[in-house]
Structure formats: C-alpha cells, structure tokens
C-alpha cells in the first residue's frame, strides 16, 4: 500500500499493490472509497446510518441507539425519537421493523410526522391495530444538519 500525498487538502490517492486508487479523504474530511471492482467510488458519509435504535415499546425500553437522546411514547402504538444531533431535512429515509413472537407486524413513518429533529414511529398488529410491540428496531439514513 502507498500513500501518495499527504497535504492541506487531505490524504489522496492512497493504493494498494496494482497501484490502484482505493480512499481518498479530501480538504472538506469527506472520505471517497472505490467499489469492489474499482470502477466507481461512494461517498462513506453518505452510506452511513445517522441514528438508528432498538426500542421495546410495550415497557418503554431503550435496548440500544445511536443519536437517539431520548424516545417519547406518545400513545399506544406511537413514539417519537428525539435525535440528538438533527437531521439536515424531514427527507431521510427511515426504515422500520416491529416484530413479537412469531407475528410480524406493519410500521409506519408517517412523512408528516418527520422533522429534522425527530421522528414519529407508528406499529400496528396483523389485524390493522395500534399496538405496542417489543422489539420497535429503525434505520436513519440522510444528511446531518
């Protein structure tokens, strides 16, 4: 491995043995690495998870987080996670999952309920209804403001 240049606009062009160029850090800290075949490069910020948690709602019970300060159980079947750093925009994505026992429940993220500081979670059972379910796990993936 070689690095080939180490200055005030970042660590580039780091290589390995083929001479190949696999991360670059540029003046700004985003860091570039290659794909597997070297062809194209992704932006690791970008592909990192900004808040995700592990909620059982039924005891109110934070398992564990990332940038999660705190999560509010507002109702039966809701709950808002509080960020602790905030979100760039309400237009991130937001994957959930709700599971107890062998029933599989929906989840919801309603886009009305987003906001650059929080998110509003919803879970419903296998008939359609609100309910509190153990395991409530969700994903962040957007910008920080």
Known sequence: ?????????????VTNAA??????????EQITVASEGGAVTT??????AKCWYSYNQDDNVVNDSLNAASITDEATG?????FSNNMAN??????????????RFEANTPVDKST???IT?????????????QACDMII???LA
């Open 1 to 13: 491995m070689a690095l080939t240049k180490i200055g005030s606009g970042g660590i580039e062009n």
């Open 19 to 28: 001479n190949a160029t696999f991360l670059t850090i540029d003046a700004s």
């Open 43 to 48: 932006s690791v910020q970008q592909g990192l």
């Open 78 to 82: 809701h709950n808002f996670v509080n």
């Open 90 to 103: 309400a237009g991130y994505s937001s994957p959930m999952k709700t599971t107890e026992f062998r029933e």
């Open 116 to 118: 650059s500081r929080g």
């Open 121 to 133: 979670c919803e879970a419903f059972n296998s008939s359609g209804s609100v309910t509190d379910p």
């Open 141 to 143: 993936m957007g910008d």
